[in-house]
């Protein structure tokens, strides 16, 4: 890879880790639906700016329907899910199983798509469950929350990357030939839509505190608006396969920075889960195939 696109990687996965930190900080006084209506509404109205200036907003008519429906898919359900699993869980874990949303795009594929699974890719996914359940117990045994809590929160957690996994597939199909920066902006629009109820009626009653709107600001401005940009730039630059990997570098950032500001502990048992789960999703997206012997370097 080029310098500039090693800088775009490292900053793309530091924003996206940085985005679970936030949401933890903001999560427990927005509560999740209005929290992410803050969050798609502000990132909208960012890369609505940035398509108005390279004059793409056509490309975003022409396919507001389908993209807005990703949005639904791709943001407004699996942000909340996230937010509601932020109330619980480290922002260390909520990072480390957010690196599954392969795993789940690879399984989706092979059922709707009708992708074939090698031998190795079948590991992959048991070896990167096996690394879920190792998060589930590290969590529940390390946590003075009720296991119950963390159970849900965990699951909740799951249930967005699953949807991840969903709208990658759903792209994949109906939106593969159309302007990526114009799809991401009708997906924030969409899921902006989609929140707009939950998020004014669950609104809280309390006005959150300075640090709180700070993070939202943070999280929709920069982990979603400009962090979109990045990643579509990143598949430009140097193809799918390649930028997916960035899912793999995010826990780093998020166990880093759950550790510096929150003080959250990192402990073997998490740092043995990642590379658990990494591994398997590794072996799951064909990253390393070694049916060849040698590291994917198609775009897929």
């Known amino acids: 890879m080029r310098s500039l696109d090693i800088v775009d990687f490292v900053l793309l996965a530091a924003l996206w880790g940085l985005s679970f930190l936030f949401m933890r900080v903001a999560a427990p006084e927005f509560g999740p639906f209005a929290l992410m209506l803050l969050r798609c509404g ?13 004059s793409g907003l056509a490309d975003l008519q022409a396919n507001i329907r389908a993209s807005s429906f990703t949005g639904l898919i791709n943001s407004a359900i699996p942000f909340v899910l996230l937010g509601v699993a932020a109330l619980t869980i480290t922002t260390g874990t ?6 599954t949303a392969p795993f789940w795009g690879a399984l989706i594929a092979y059922f709707w798509l009708g992708e074939r699974l090698t031998r190795w890719q079948v590991l992959g996914l048991a070896i990167g469950f096996c690394g879920v359940v190792l998060l589930v117990n590290t969590d529940v045994g390390d946590s003075g929350t009720a296991r119950s809590a963390v159970m849900l929160a965990i699951a909740a957690a799951l249930g967005a990357t699953f949807a991840y996994g969903f709208a990658a597939n759903y792209t994949k199909r109906y939106l593969g030939n159309t302007n990526p920066l114009a799809n991401a902006t009708g997906s924030q629009l969409g899921a902006t839509v989609a929140l707009l109820i939950p998020g004014i009626v669950a609104w809280p009653a309390d006005n959150p505190g300075m640090w709180a709107w700070l993070s939202v600001l943070i999280l929709g401005v ?8 990045l990643f579509f730039r990143l598949i430009k630059n140097i193809g799918s396969t390649k930028t997916i990997t960035v899912t793999f570098a995010i826990p780093v950032f998020g166990m880093f920075f759950g550790w510096l500001v929150l003080d959250e502990a990192v402990t073997w048992r998490m740092l043995a889960g990642a590379v658990v789960v990494i591994v398997g999703c590794a072996l799951t997206i064909r990253l390393v195939d070694f049916q060849r012997g040698t590291k994917q370097t198609s775009d897929n």
């Open 94 to 99: 909520l990072s480390i199983l957010n690196a």
């Open 222 to 229: 920069f982990s979603t608006g400009f962090a979109y940009i």
């Open 42 to 54: 502000i990132g909208a109205v960012t890369l609505i700016a940035v398509l108005a200036y390279k």
